[in-house]
């Protein structure tokens, strides 16, 4: 299992949002290239950065700030959040042989447009499944996709899409525990499929509950920035 450090990003700030509200935020820092170098030099497999802005429609966008933590660091990134053009997927896949990059609103409002990625690039798509009670949010986690969320993993595996995020809303900044039950189901139900767990994790034990689940990999956010789990405790269990 891999350990993902999570920077989310408002208006250049590093933030967390609980249950994706932005009335929720938290601001950690107000140098995210520091934070990415931070995570990096500790020992973090990956980053997975999201533009809130973009993602929650606020009429600014981070895309500058990302350009510029994709130079600077040497671990593999994902980008989330506002991804909603076949453009700008390509651009982003082509900036750096290791970035993937995550759709959820596009891949539920436009799944026409995934056909449109070429197969070799379909490997370096991750879909995020937001679920509320199994049902796939989009929007900012505002509006309900249509899909219930064993449907929508079924569909994407069709199409030759075999990475998923996996958000419980309700567990997103929490620090109540992962979504461990619906990995488990998840998992049993689907072959060489690769789910990375986003929410609710607080300690080791929840970092040992996702490793024997056959978790793919897991994003540290709250619980790293509130010095509850450090990454190289985490990699010493993973």
Sequence with gaps: MKSIAAIDLIDNQVVRLVHGKLENKTIYSNDPIETAKKWESEGADGLH???????LN???????????????VNIPIQIAGGIRTINTINKLLEKNTSLMVVL?????KEPETIKKITKKKLSRI????DHNNENI????????????????????QELGIN??????????????GPDVDTIVKINSTFKDIKITSSGGVSDIIDIIKLRNTNCHAVI??????????????????I
């Design 163 to 176: 990475n998923f995020l996996l958000t419980n809303i309700n567990k997103d900044g929490t620090l109540e």
């Design 104 to 108: 959820g609103t596009m891949a539920f």
């Design 220 to 237: 540290l956010g709250k619980a790293l920035y509130d010095n509850k789990l450090a990454i190289d405790q985490v990699q010493k269990v």
């Design 49 to 55: 950065i999201v533009d809130l802005d973009a993602a």
């Design 126 to 129: 991750i879909i995020a499944v």
């Design 58 to 72: 606020t009429g600014k966008n981070n895309t500058e700030l990302i350009l510029k933590i994709i130079d600077l």
């Design 137 to 156: 949010m989009i929007s900012g986690w505002k509006e309900f996709s249509g899909m219930k969320l064993f449907d929508a993993i079924k569909s994407y």
